[in-house]
């Protein structure tokens, strides 16, 4: 069953087996938007090796759509659940690493920015959200930057700002995925300065 298959999305959601699978524009299952197991799974048992779902090299066909449901049944024995160390990033390797890094340059923006500082955090954060490798996460982040209240020029005047704008952001992804929320007034600590105690 392909659900979601919508033109304005560069991508579809397709579910499987009650599995969703993200495809990427081409209709293959895509590396950086899915769990590795998911997509493991999706392409048949070897990620690593192969390089299009097992028969064909789209899900546009309910022939490949079935195929491929067959791969997620007979791979979800046989693959590993975590990403191996040595493999290209899945959704949550890409994520923790770019949230690093974003909270990083949240942590080393000046504490008062001048105009060109603000100009350059702002273009950077705005390309960011239009070539992030997964397509349905960027997606969601552009929306939520385009929200009145979280409108990022408001926020780039300083360190104390952008940095909990960029929580504020992070929570909201760990909203969406049932995650915990942080507490945003030691974001400081996590990034910068480390735990007090
Ligand atoms: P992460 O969420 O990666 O967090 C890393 C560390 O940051 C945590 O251990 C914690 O110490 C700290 N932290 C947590 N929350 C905050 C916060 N609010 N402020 C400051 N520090 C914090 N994954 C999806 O499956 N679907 C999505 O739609 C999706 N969208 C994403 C959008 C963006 C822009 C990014 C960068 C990532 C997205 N991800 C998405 C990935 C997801 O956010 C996680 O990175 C991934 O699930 C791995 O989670 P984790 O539990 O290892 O910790």
């Given at each position: 069953?392909?659900?979601?298959?919508?033109?304005?999305?560069?991508?579809?959601?397709?579910?499987?087996?009650?599995k969703?699978?993200?495809?990427?524009?081409?209709?293959?299952?895509?590396?950086?938007?899915?769990?590795?197991?998911t997509?493991?799974?999706?392409?048949?048992?070897?990620?690593?090796?192969?390089?299009?779902?097992?028969?064909?090299s789209?899900?546009?066909?309910?022939?490949?759509a079935?195929?491929?449901?067959?791969?997620l049944?007979?791979?979800?024995?046989?693959?590993?659940?975590?990403?191996?160390?040595?493999?290209?990033?899945?959704?949550?390797?890409?994520?923790?690493?770019?949230w690093t890094?974003?909270?990083?340059l949240?942590?080393?923006?000046?504490?008062s920015?001048?105009?060109?500082?603000?100009?350059?955090?702002?273009?950077?954060?705005?390309?960011?959200a239009?070539?992030?490798?997964?397509?349905?996460?960027?997606?969601?982040?552009?929306?939520?930057?385009?929200r009145?209240?979280?409108?990022?020029?408001?926020?780039?005047?300083?360190?104390?700002?952008?940095?909990?704008?960029?929580?504020?952001?992070?929570?909201e992804?760990?909203?969406?995925?049932?995650?915990?929320?942080?507490?945003?007034?030691?974001?400081?600590?996590?990034?910068?300065?480390?735990?007090?105690?």
């Amino acid at each position: 069953k392909v659900d979601d298959a919508t033109s304005a999305h560069p991508g579809r959601i397709t579910t499987i087996n009650g599995k969703t699978v993200i495809l990427d524009k081409d209709g293959k299952p895509c590396r950086t938007c899915n769990s590795f197991s998911t997509f493991a799974a999706a392409m048949g048992t070897g990620a690593g090796k192969g390089n299009s779902p097992s028969t064909s090299s789209s899900f546009s066909s309910a022939a490949t759509a079935a195929a491929t449901a067959t791969a997620l049944t007979a791979a979800a024995t046989t693959v590993p659940d975590t990403l191996p160390s040595d493999c290209p990033p899945d959704v949550e390797a890409l994520g923790r690493g770019t949230w690093t890094l974003l909270h990083s340059l949240a942590a080393t923006y000046p504490p008062s920015a001048s105009v060109a500082e603000q100009n350059q955090m702002g273009t950077f954060m705005r390309i960011f959200a239009r070539v992030y490798p997964c397509w349905y996460c960027a997606k969601d982040f552009q929306g939520w930057m385009d929200r009145d209240e979280n409108k990022l020029e408001r926020y780039l005047g300083g360190r104390r700002e952008f940095g909990d704008w960029m929580c504020r952001a992070h929570n909201e992804v760990n909203k969406k995925l049932g995650k915990d929320e942080f507490d945003c007034s030691k974001w400081e600590e996590r990034w910068l300065s480390g735990w007090k105690d």
